[in-house]
């Protein structure tokens, strides 16, 4: 008879009848609200041609509903003792179109996922902003991102004022949006703050490489040091002279700080610099 999880199942439970544990190196917080594992799956607008890509199964709560939407489910699980249990749940269920990669998914992700797949995921914390600009760095994208993501560092995404580096970088390659606000009641082992289920849509119209090289030097270099001028650190890629004209030339005071530049601010900036320099 199948272990399977359900809303109704503790979760705490299972993990101790498996011999499996939380592991809080790995930032391990499994999903068991059915309602909001519905809404995850539910965004990703699975159909049986898709490739679907998720990051940390764990006990398998999402993968189970995705594969009876998608086609196929490729699960990277970086807890070996999981992807285990989870690979003989899967086969006891009669379920045979998830593929289970066991790896860190920060290593993995320069395999071939095909031309079209979707990415969902309940993702451990640390690995937010990281796993995010991987993805939308790769040349082959997935066409749509669904995340789990602390509640915090998803309205800094998607906040239209928020000009941090990560709001920057994030807005710079798709259009994101909040879908859902998630307690983090949700969750076992319970984490000390809120989630939000976030959308990512990739843009279809990718700018130049060249000049997306040149906008993320620029940028990095502009938040090197975020309380310095913005000419500061800016002088570290130039001569002080000419990027004090560079940056004025582009309709901004070099005494301004990076955290003060707009998406369109650092996209002139890099016009310039490109224009200087060629």
């Avoid at 189970?64 to 086609?71: E, G, Q, T």
């Avoid at 807005?171 to 000390?192: D, E, T």
């Avoid at 976030?198 to 000049?211: G, R």
Wanted: glycine share 6%.
């Amino acid at each position: 008879m199948s272990n399977e999880i359900s809303p109704h199942n503790n979760i705490k439970d299972q993990l101790t009848k498996s011999g499996l544990a939380a592991q809080k190196k790995l930032g391990q917080n499994f999903l068991h609200d059915a309602n909001i594992i519905n809404k995850m799956v539910d965004a990703g607008n699975i159909t049986n041609n898709d490739t679907v890509l998720e990051i940390g199964p764990g006990l398998g709560t999402i993968t189970k509903p995705l594969s009876k939407k998608a086609k196929t489910v490729i699960a990277i699980e970086k807890d070996s003792g999981i992807a285990d249990w989870l690979e003989k749940e899967l086969a006891s269920e009669g379920i045979h179109n998830v593929r289970i990669i066991k790896g860190d998914a920060l290593n993995e992700l320069d395999l071939d996922f095909g031309n079209n797949y979707k990415v969902i995921a309940n993702i451990p914390y640390y690995i937010t902003s990281h796993l995010i600009r991987v993805l939308l760095e790769k040349e082959n994208r997935p066409s749509s991102i669904i995340l789990m993501i602390q509640k915090e560092v998803a309205e800094r995404i998607c906040k239209k004022d928020d000009n941090s580096l990560l709001s920057i970088s994030v807005n710079y390659y798709s259009y994101p949006k909040i879908i859902h606000i998630v307690s983090r009641n949700c969750f076992h082992p319970k984490p000390k703050v809120d989630s939000a289920i976030i959308s990512i849509t990739p843009k279809e119209e990718k700018e130049d490489k060249s000049f997306t090289e040149c906008f993320f030097k620029i940028l990095k270099t502009g938040f090197s040091s975020p309380r310095k001028q913005l000419l500061k650190n800016l002088s570290q890629i130039g001569e002080r002279g000419e990027m004090e004209s560079l940056i004025k030339a582009s309709g901004l005071d070099p005494r301004q700080r990076a955290e003060t530049l707009s998406l369109e601010d650092w996209k002139k900036l890099t016009t310039s610099y490109l224009n200087l320099k060629n």
